[in-house]
């Protein structure tokens, strides 16, 4: 039996359908702060899934829904670079409080003889502005100051990856850390400041997309399936235990290119309209120019391919808005 915290979020539906759809008893924990219901529409009546509001902080909740189970799949976190600018207090309380509490919970349930395969589904935030081309999993991790609350979120998910891994070390809990690269497909909602869902909205509606800065950041965007199957396939492969791995797509691309691309396959005649971090987030906000991961640990350890191009994310995203706006 599987539990899956955040199942109620983008990636987390995915998740919780996939292990569904493999046989699996699901129970899940999300408090719908930034989940939706909707997204588990396909699977809300099953009868091998159940469904628990309340929060991963709930230390009786945790107690609750943690016997029996064999695989917890934590994905409940602060969500978006919008919610993370505006409110740094409530990214860092909901990227660690949650953490500490279930790893208390698992370890004591392991001291008891029930060992729960941990993965924790951290991000690519971790690595701050490290200035490398390309990020494995060793390279340092480099933040900027604490006076700016954008770094507060890759610190917080850091935080959650020295708390998981000194489990490890320390009692031999079995985890596996996956730091998700813009991770990406239907259900995922703009309103966070995720940037591809945030493009299409606009352009199916007829506005011109904003592109934040020059447009030249690059970033590598995997389809949710793929980044599910990658969790999925580490979970079940013994030598992943213990690890840290980089999860998503190697192939780079602009913010400036992916809003073109998405205008060529809804509307060419809109034109990209660009907009400054300060007027977009706040006067000190800073970003990272370039964000690709190296991805050779996860293909010595899984057989790892990408199913879904860029261009076939986008039309599958296009239609998907689509249909929910119709």
Same mark, same amino acid.
């Given at each position: 039996?599987?539990?899956?915290?955040?199942?109620?979020?983008?990636?987390?539906?995915?998740?919780?359908?996939?292990?569904?759809?493999?046989?699996?008893?699901?129970?899940?924990?999300?408090?719908?702060?930034?989940?939706?219901?909707?997204?588990?529409?396909?699977?809300?009546?099953?009868?091998?899934?159940?469904?628990?509001?309340?929060?991963?902080?709930?230390?009786?909740?945790?107690?609750?829904?943690?016997?029996?189970?064999?695989?917890?799949?934590?994905?409940?976190?602060?969500?978006?670079?919008?919610?993370?600018?505006?409110?740094? !207090?409530?990214? /860092?309380?909901?990227?660690?409080?949650?953490?500490?509490?279930?790893?208390?919970?698992?370890?004591?349930?392991?001291?008891?003889?029930?060992?729960?395969?941990?993965?924790?589904?951290?991000?690519?935030?971790?690595?701050?502005?490290?200035?490398?081309?390309?990020?494995?999993? =060793?390279?340092?991790?480099?933040?900027?100051?604490?006076?700016?609350?954008?770094?507060?979120?890759?610190?917080? +998910?850091?935080?959650?990856?020295?708390?998981?891994?000194?489990?490890?070390?320390?009692?031999?809990?079995?985890?596996?850390?996956?730091?998700?690269?813009?991770?990406?497909?239907?259900?995922?909602?703009?309103?966070?400041?995720?940037?591809?869902?945030?493009?299409?909205?606009?352009?199916?509606?007829?506005?011109?997309?904003?592109?934040?800065?020059?447009?030249?950041?690059?970033?590598?965007? %995997?389809?949710?399936?793929?980044?599910?199957?990658?969790?999925?396939?580490?979970?079940?492969?013994? %030598?992943?235990?213990?690890?840290?791995?980089?999860?998503?797509?190697?192939?780079? /691309?602009? !913010?400036?290119?992916?809003?073109?691309?998405?205008?060529?396959?809804?509307?060419? +005649?809109?034109?990209?309209?660009?907009?400054?971090? %300060?007027?977009?987030?706040?006067?000190?906000? =800073?970003?990272?120019?370039?964000?690709?991961?190296?991805?050779?640990?996860?293909?010595?350890?899984?057989?790892?391919?990408?199913?879904?191009?860029?261009?076939?994310?986008?039309?599958?995203?296009?239609?998907?808005?689509?249909?929910?706006?119709?």
């Amino acid at each position: 039996m599987a539990l899956v915290t955040g199942g109620a979020g983008f990636i987390g539906s995915h998740l919780v359908e996939a292990l569904l759809a493999r046989g699996d008893r699901v129970v899940v924990i999300d408090d719908l702060s930034t989940g939706d219901m909707a997204n588990l529409a396909a699977v809300a009546d099953h009868s091998r899934l159940r469904f628990v509001r309340g929060t991963v902080a709930d230390e009786s909740l945790l107690r609750e829904c943690l016997p029996g189970i064999s695989e917890v799949y934590h994905l409940a976190a602060a969500v978006g670079v919008g919610l993370i600018a505006s409110n740094p !207090i409530q990214t /860092i309380q909901t990227n660690i409080t949650p953490t500490e509490r279930l790893l208390a919970e698992l370890r004591q349930l392991h001291a008891n003889g029930q060992s729960a395969r941990l993965f924790l589904a951290s991000s690519s935030e971790v690595y701050g502005k490290n200035p490398k081309t390309v990020w494995n999993e =060793e390279d340092d991790l480099v933040f900027g100051p604490t006076t700016r609350a954008r770094w507060s979120y890759g610190v917080s +998910k850091a935080i959650d990856e020295f708390l998981v891994l000194a489990c490890w070390r320390q009692d031999r809990l079995p985890v596996v850390v996956g730091r998700l690269f813009n991770v990406v497909g239907p259900r995922q909602s703009g309103r966070w400041g995720m940037v591809l869902p945030r493009l299409v909205s606009a352009v199916i509606t007829g506005r011109s997309p904003i592109v934040h800065d020059d447009g030249r950041q690059q970033r590598c965007f %995997a389809h949710v399936s793929d980044v599910v199957r990658a969790i999925l396939a580490l979970m079940q492969t013994p %030598a992943a235990t213990g690890g840290v791995f980089n999860i998503g797509s190697d192939q780079p /691309i602009s !913010i400036g290119e992916l809003a073109e691309r998405v205008i060529a396959v809804v509307d060419p +005649k809109l034109e990209i309209e660009y907009q400054s971090y %300060a007027a977009a987030y706040s006067e000190d906000f =800073e970003d990272v120019r370039r964000r690709v991961p190296d991805l050779s640990r996860l293909r010595r350890t899984i057989d790892f391919q990408l199913h879904y191009d860029l261009d076939k994310i986008i039309r599958e995203v296009v239609a998907w808005q689509r249909e929910r706006s119709a």
